[in-house]
């Protein structure tokens, strides 16, 4: 794609951007990094965690125009997002208690886009990679469905040993307490 400006401004292009405008809105469910309830709630949204949002946001915008020359940065955004759609599952979705008000939408809703950004930036890397090394366009769709497909279901595996991990330390921690 390079000098070809058009194509630069295609699907890909409005992933990228749509993902950046998705971390930016953290200002607004933040207050301006001022909202009490929402960094109560969970620690990974702090003032400091919030302004570490905007950062990944900014970094997908200024990815949207050169991400077939590094397809391995779109890998780490992608990892970035399992991350973040691990956390909301295991600390939010779990919860008993409910976020305030002002900041329920967002805890409600954030790890879902989390996985579907994630499931983007996994095809991107997926199908730029192999065009990189030379691969078809064919070899390139490919291998980004397979790692799209991939990044769908990494996130279930990872709960599911984190969860079963967290089980197992509940039950020793138990058994622990018991003996004494």
Known sequence: MSGNTDAKLGWEFAGFLLAAVYNLFIIVVSKAFTNSDLFDFDPLF???????VVLWGLAYASMS??????PYVCLVFAFEKVFYYVHWHMTVARRDTTPAKSARFFYCTYGLG???????????????AVMKHGGSSVEAFAAGITCAAAGGILPVFATTAYLRAAKRAAGAATGLFQQH
């Open 114 to 128: 989390d996985l579907a950004f994630g499931i983007f930036f996994f095809y991107i890397f997926g199908d730029k």
């Open 46 to 52: 702090n003032r400091d965690g919030c302004v570490c």
């Open 65 to 70: 125009t050169t991400y077939e020359s590094a």
